[in-house]
């Protein structure tokens, strides 16, 4: 398969080249879909050269060319799906007659972002979006981090393993902010944090709001930075037997406090997931609850949002399998029962498969083509 750029001509001298996504809305039906294109601009004629990537197609394909004639940024938005994100004004060559449009784009990632802006005659506000809690408020993995996560575990398993919506139904944030808050005052000892309290009285939805705030404020997620991607990359392996043995000796190289608060979290979660049929919170609906806050990239991009899937995933595998995935070895006869237990009950079970097919698009372009052997 051809990629998009080696159908683009190179007899002309570029400017900048590069992938965009053009976002197109549908005001019928009120929808939005983007594009991938492999984008050409020359800036001393203002033209804009474009081809749709296609995983499928090997025959030649005709670049689409128009004429921009100014650049305008959108506000800045922590949103992740609308961040980086410009219009450019054109101008679309017709027969008779010159067309004037607006193309929405988005770019990957900040620094792409800004060498487009840039290069097309834009301006980026110099303003920057009100800090977030997660700017704010960054906590690190030590003692009384995993003490704050026992305790919080500790009263949500004495009164709340059978709570409809547990971990689904959201705190109100002033509370859930002053118990983390609370815990990890800076003018705080050590020892002080570690006599701190999580209130028996105090309501679930808050303590199991506080301890997924402080999951996804830590510095450092709990599956790391380090092994992030390569998490991802097991996932995305075919053979069950081979993705199962790679993630359980990833998660034996993590960090040791890691490492237990991984597995303290993953017991927990696997408790609350066999009260399922009162609280609903199967291993899927906690895969999405928590992965996206253990499993996080060092730097978000667009891109990055299509591997929530896998991460969630990721978390879900676990904590159906908890017992074997922190087995010091993994036996034949565990890989056999766990492959069979995803095969006899997808319902329950980790369906990786189908977020590969769903994905495969976006995993070319961001990995290569290391899913095929």
Same mark, same amino acid.
């Given at each position: 398969?051809?990629?998009?750029e080696?159908?683009?001509l190179k007899?002309q001298?570029f400017?900048?080249e590069g992938?965009?996504?053009?976002?197109e809305?549908?005001?019928i039906?009120?929808?939005?879909a983007?594009?991938?294109?492999?984008?050409q601009?020359?800036k001393?004629?203002?033209?804009l050269?474009m081809?749709?990537f296609?995983q499928?197609s090997?025959?030649?394909?005709?670049?689409?060319?128009?004429f921009?004639?100014h650049?305008v940024?959108?506000?800045?938005?922590?949103k992740?799906d609308?961040?980086?994100?410009?219009?450019?004004?054109? %101008?679309?060559?017709g #027969?008779?007659?010159?067309?004037m $449009?607006i193309?929405?784009?988005q770019a990957?990632? /900040?620094?792409d972002? +800004?060498?487009w %802006?840039?290069?097309? #005659?834009?301006?980026?506000?110099? $303003?920057?979006p009100e800090l977030?809690l997660?700017? /704010?408020?960054?906590? +690190?993995?030590?003692?009384s981090?995993?003490?704050?996560?026992?305790?919080?575990?500790?009263v949500?398993?004495?009164?709340?393993?059978?709570?409809q919506?547990?971990y689904?139904?959201?705190g109100?944030?002033?509370?859930?902010?002053?118990?983390?808050a609370g815990?990890f005052?800076?003018?705080k000892?050590l020892?002080?944090r570690?006599?701190?309290?999580v209130?028996?009285?105090?309501?679930?939805?808050?303590?199991?709001s506080?301890?997924?705030?402080f999951?996804?404020t830590?510095?450092?997620?709990?599956?790391?930075?380090?092994?992030?991607?390569?998490?991802?990359?097991?996932?995305?392996i075919d053979?069950?037997?081979?993705r199962?043995?790679t993630?359980?000796s990833l998660?034996k190289e993590?960090p040791k406090?890691?490492y237990?608060?991984l597995y303290?979290?993953?017991?927990?979660?696997?408790k609350?997931s066999?009260h399922n049929?009162k609280n609903?919170?199967t291993?899927?609906?906690?895969?999405v609850c928590?992965g996206?806050?253990i499993l996080?990239?060092e730097?978000?991009?667009v891109?990055s949002?299509?591997?929530i899937?896998?991460?969630?995933a990721?978390v879900?595998l676990i904590?159906?399998?908890?017992e074997k995935m922190?087995k010091?070895?993994l036996e034949?006869q565990d890989?056999?029962?766990m492959?069979?237990?995803?095969?006899?009950?997808?319902?329950?079970?980790?369906?990786l498969?189908n977020?590969l097919?769903s994905?495969?698009v976006?995993?070319?372009?961001k990995?290569?083509?290391?899913?095929q052997?």
């Amino acid at each position: 398969m051809l990629r998009p750029e080696e159908h683009l001509l190179k007899n002309q001298e570029f400017d900048r080249e590069g992938y965009l996504f053009l976002i197109e809305r549908n005001k019928i039906i009120g929808t939005t879909a983007a594009t991938k294109h492999y984008c050409q601009y020359r800036k001393d004629i203002n033209l804009l050269r474009m081809i749709t990537f296609t995983q499928t197609s090997t025959k030649q394909l005709t670049p689409y060319d128009v004429f921009v004639r100014h650049c305008v940024v959108h506000p800045a938005d922590e949103k992740l799906d609308k961040r980086f994100m410009f219009d450019l004004h054109i %101008i679309e060559k017709g #027969g008779s007659s010159d067309k004037m $449009s607006i193309f929405t784009f988005q770019a990957t990632n /900040e620094e792409d972002f +800004e060498g487009w %802006i840039s290069i097309t #005659g834009g301006q980026i506000n110099v $303003s920057k979006p009100e800090l977030s809690l997660k700017t /704010e408020m960054q906590n +690190e993995l030590d003692d009384s981090g995993i003490d704050f996560v026992k305790k919080c575990i500790q009263v949500i398993e004495r009164r709340g393993l059978d709570e409809q919506g547990l971990y689904r139904i959201v705190g109100m944030q002033s509370k859930v902010n002053s118990l983390v808050a609370g815990h990890f005052d800076v003018h705080k000892t050590l020892a002080q944090r570690l006599e701190t309290p999580v209130e028996e009285d105090m309501e679930l939805k808050t303590i199991c709001s506080a301890l997924k705030l402080f999951l996804r404020t830590l510095k450092e997620p709990v599956f790391t930075f380090k092994l992030h991607n390569r998490f991802i990359e097991a996932a995305m392996i075919d053979d069950k037997a081979e993705r199962i043995r790679t993630l359980h000796s990833l998660i034996k190289e993590l960090p040791k406090q890691n490492y237990d608060l991984l597995y303290i979290l993953m017991t927990h979660l696997y408790k609350v997931s066999q009260h399922n049929e009162k609280n609903l919170m199967t291993p899927v609906n906690l895969g999405v609850c928590f992965g996206p806050s253990i499993l996080r990239p060092e730097f978000e991009t667009v891109s990055s949002i299509y591997d929530i899937k896998f991460r969630n995933a990721i978390v879900e595998l676990i904590i159906i399998h908890y017992e074997k995935m922190f087995k010091t070895k993994l036996e034949q006869q565990d890989i056999d029962e766990m492959v069979g237990s995803s095969e006899q009950d997808q319902s329950s079970g980790v369906n990786l498969t189908n977020s590969l097919s769903s994905l495969v698009v976006i995993i070319y372009f961001k990995y290569g083509n290391k899913t095929q052997k």
